[in-house]
């Protein structure tokens, strides 16, 4: 099966950038999308197709995505931004996959 | 404004069963891909199960094939996921998803969430 390999947790401060990657054999070559999920809450879509924003989500998220690598970019972090996230493929061997999750925390 | 509300979560023992329920509001369920992800207890996403917007299809993880069952009810613009032979391991938050397509599924969108509680 297809494993999505994060890291478990990145620490930034406030107004800093934040980078959680997302690794797998060939990533760059399948389509990643990111989930932002705080405590106790249900996950929310901030990235699709490797760098495109849904409405509402703000332009500080951006994505990227080659080779083993796919990134997720939270430009200026605020508090707010403090929380896990998921990445996620799709593939249609594999169905839904999804990455082992980072925890987010602003300093 | 599209919404999902789950129910049916709980407490049951190893061994027994229990349906969940996904209502939606603000679409046609029947016109859209939809899912089942669970979360145990500090843990990361887990896909569960899929059923397609015709109803033709359904997918399952191979951790619950053969124990659980989607389906959907069109008049009551409602998704189930029917749950028998319930394990320790099945304990989690259960999560209804609404996916798009656009070269690749993603899920845009997502219930609050059922709590299932697996024990003796």
């Known amino acids: 099966s297809y494993v999505l390999t994060q890291p478990p947790s990145v620490s930034v401060a406030p107004t800093q950038t934040a980078r959680i990657t997302c690794g797998a054999n060939n990533i760059g070559t399948k389509s990643v999308h990111w989930y932002q999920q705080k405590p106790g809450q249900a996950p929310v879509l901030v990235v699709y197709?490797?760098?495109n924003r849904p409405s509402g989500i703000p332009e500080r998220f951006s994505g990227s995505n080659s080779g083993n690598t796919a990134t997720l970019t939270i430009s200026r972090v605020e508090a707010g931004d403090e929380a896990d996230y998921h990445c996620q493929v799709w593939d249609r061997d594999s169905d839904f996959v999804f990455g082992t999750g980072t925890k987010v925390t602003v300093l | 404004e599209v919404q999902l509300v789950e129910s049916g979560g709980g407490l049951v023992q190893p061994g027994g069963s229990l349906r969940l329920s996904c209502a939606a509001s603000g679409f046609t369920l029947s016109t859209y891909f939809m899912h089942w992800v669970r979360q145990a207890p500090g843990k990361g996403l887990e896909y569960v199960s899929s059923i397609t917007s015709n109803g033709d299809n359904t997918y399952y993880a191979n951790s619950v094939k053969g124990r659980f069952t989607i389906s959907r009810d069109k008049s009551n613009n409602t998704l189930s996921l029917q749950m028998g032979s319930l394990r320790a391991e099945d304990m989690a938050v259960y999560y209804c998803?609404?996916?798009?397509?656009?070269?690749?599924?993603?899920?845009?969108?997502w219930g609050q969430g059922t709590l299932v509680s697996v024990s003796s």
């Open positions: 998803a609404r996916s798009r397509y656009s070269g690749s599924y993603f899920l845009e969108y």
């Open positions: 197709n490797d760098n």
